[in-house]
């Protein structure tokens, strides 16, 4: 099985932009924790982030070469209509994340434009957001597997 973790714009700064809002850890910290519980579900994952909408969006289109895709679109969630639209072409199953809780946040944050082409969305649970998508993933994976 083999997965694909997008992280967009901001998180590269994860660690050091607004740490009571979305801890301390840096992203290379994150990918590093991924890799740790992937390696005990023998799953292959790799790790994309850009600043850029264009290049996330590039990326998506290679996406049909994974199993499966948690992305976090960090600001693009609320109104990057070409990533949803991006998204909304892969046939894989494709979790959203994010480490604050959106809802709980400013009134622009708590809408999503790429939610309704996902599988399903996780917030608010901290950056081990990524590893309960990336278990639920691999089942959602597996499920259109056995069918």
């Known amino acids: 099985m083999k997965i694909l973790v997008i992280n967009g714009p901001n998180l590269d700064r994860l660690g050091e932009r607004k740490p009571k809002v979305y801890g301390q850890k840096r992203l290379e910290d994150i990918n590093q924790e991924i890799l740790k519980l992937a390696r005990q579900m023998v799953v292959e994952v790799d790790f994309f982030q850009s600043n850029h909408e264009g290049d996330s969006i590039d990326k998506l289109n290679e996406a049909k070469d994974y199993d499966g895709l948690i992305i976090n679109p960090g600001a693009l969630t609320h109104y990057s209509y070409a990533l949803r639209d ?27 434009v790429t939610a309704e082409v996902c599988s399903g969305v996780m917030i608010g649970f901290g950056w081990q957001v990524y590893l309960y998508a990336l278990e639920i993933i691999c089942k959602l994976v597996k499920s259109k597997s056995d069918n």
């Open 86 to 112: 991006a998204l909304e072409m892969l046939t894989i199953p494709v979790i959203e994340v994010h480490i604050s809780n959106i809802l709980a946040r400013e009134d622009f944050r708590k809408h999503s």
